[in-house]
């Protein structure tokens, strides 16, 4: 995470901190606004990349995992170039989850529950895009998750093994 408080924190000091943690991936998860008409999903790659990638294939299965779970109109896969897909050294997959200002979207970014399929819509996609395999299947029942809402927002979340 390139925060972990409610902070601004600029485009550069974000991708020069993968780029020193060595990241293997950057997922930059955004919502969108323009003038309240616009409406929907849709994601980024840089736009020097061919559709044929490696890049564009991570890309295409974290659309359809995300596109799967949000309920929003399918904007589309594109191509730009934003800072964060260019100055990134790792593969990055920039994503735009609704507009805040389209009154349907809006009514859904309220959501906890809509946040989090959306956000399990994403972890779907890593899993799938990088082979990845749960360490434990029985994670759920073996661990004590805690959440902390203020103001509908997580601003902490804890994980402890349980004790039996």
Known sequence: ???????????KERTDDANAWGADYFLSI?????NGSAHGYEDYIHNSLSDSSRRALIRDIMHEEIVKVNNLHNRGKKKAN??????????????ENGF?????????LRDPNWRQAVAQGHVNGLARAFNLK???????????????IVDGMQ????????MC
């Open 134 to 148: 749960r360490k434990s299947t029985n994670l759920k029942s073996n661990m004590a998750i805690k959440r902390v």
């Open 1 to 11: 995470m390139s925060r972990t408080a409610d902070i601004t924190r600029s485009l």
């Open 82 to 95: 934003f800072h964060v897909l260019r100055e990134t050294r790792m593969p990055a997959l920039l994503t």
């Open 30 to 34: 955004h919502v969108n606004a323009f």
């Open 100 to 108: 805040i200002d389209h009154a349907s979207d809006a009514q859904k």
């Open 155 to 162: 601003v902490r979340l804890t994980q402890k093994k349980r």
